[in-house]
C-alpha cells in the first residue's frame, strides 16, 4: 500500500466511525460543525460532510481531539475501532494487524509493535514512562479502596450494628482487619512515594497531589494521615443484654 493510500484509508476509517457515533449522540453534521467551532477548531459543514464522505482524506490531530472531546468518545477509539474492526493498518504495510493490539500499541499498554501474522518480526517499544504513571494511579485507586474498608470496618464497630455480627469475638476480628488494612495503607503510601522519587530521578514530573492524594501531602510521616486518624480504634464498651422484645 502506497503512503498516501495508507493515508487516505486511515481517514476513511476515521470518518466512518466519527459517522456512526455522530449518529449515535444524534447530531446533524451542521450541530457537529458548529460545536467544533464554538470549542476553537474552526470547521464548516461542508468540510465535516467531505471529510464522512471520504472527499477530505486528512484529519489534525487537533480535530480529532476535538472530535472525541464532543463526541464524549476515546479518541483511540475513533483511530481503532475496537470490537467493530478486526483489523487495521498501522503503516503503509500491506497487510493489516489486530486492532486491539494496535489499540494497546497506541496507548504504551503493550510494549510490542505489532506485525502482521506470521510474521515474527514485531520489534518492541519503551513503555517505562506510561508504566510508571499506570502503577501510579493503580496504588492511588487501591489505596482508597482500602481507605473504603477502614470505614467499613468502624462502622460496624457501632454496638448499634452488633446483633447482625455473627462472629464470636467481633471486637477482635476488627482489630486485626484494622491492623492489616492500615499497614496495607502505609504500604501504598511508601511505594507511591517511591514511584514519584524514581519520576524525579528520571526528569519526570510526577502527578500534582490534589484531594485524591492529599494523604501524600506529609512526607514526614508515611503511613499516618488525617483520614486514617479519624477510625476509631478503641474498644467498644462491653455488650449489653439484648431485650428480645426490642429486637423485635
Known amino acids: 500500500m502506497e503512503e498516501a493510500d495508507w493515508k487516505a484509508q486511515l481517514a476513511a476509517d476515521i470518518a466512518q466511525e466519527v459517522r456512526r457515533v455522530r449518529l449515535e449522540r444524534g447530531l446533524s453534521v451542521q450541530k457537529l460543525a458548529d460545536l467544533c467551532t464554538e470549542r476553537g477548531v474552526p470547521m464548516k459543514r461542508s468540510v465535516l460532510a467531505n471529510f464522512e464522505g471520504g472527499r477530505r482524506p486528512t484529519l489534525s490531530v487537533a480535530e480529532l481531539m476535538t472530535l472525541a472531546i464532543i463526541l464524549k468518545v476515546p479518541a483511540v477509539q475513533l483511530l481503532f475501532p475496537v470490537g467493530r474492526r478486526a483489523e487495521t493498518v498501522i503503516g503503509p504495510a500491506p497487510d493489516a494487524v489486530d486492532t486491539w493490539g494496535a489499540l494497546k ?43 473504603q474498608r477502614l470505614s467499613i470496618i468502624a462502622d460496624t464497630r457501632h454496638e448499634s450494628l452488633r ?69 476509631p480504634m478503641e474498644p467498644l464498651p462491653p455488650r449489653q443484654p439484648s431485650d428480645p422484645e426490642g429486637d423485635e
Open 163 to 231: 446483633r447482625f455480627r455473627s462472629e464470636e469475638d467481633p471486637d477482635a476480628v476488627d482489630d486485626r482487619m484494622l491492623q492489616l488494612t492500615a499497614e496495607r495503607l502505609r504500604e501504598i503510601e511508601d511505594g507511591l512515594r517511591s514511584l514519584r522519587a524514581q519520576m524525579e530521578a528520571a526528569g519526570l514530573t510526577p502527578p500534582a497531589l490534589g484531594s485524591a492524594t492529599s494523604f501524600l501531602a506529609d512526607p514526614t510521616a508515611p503511613g499516618v494521615t488525617n483520614v486514617e486518624r479519624s477510625i
Open 105 to 147: 500499541w497506541f496507548t504504551g499498554e503493550d510494549n510490542v509493535i505489532p506485525a502482521p501474522p506470521p510474521s515474527s518480526d514485531q520489534g518492541l517499544q519503551d513503555i517505562a514512562t506510561i508504566s510508571l504513571f499506570r502503577t501510579y494511579d493503580q496504588q492511588v485507586n487501591e489505596w482508597w479502596v482500602n481507605r
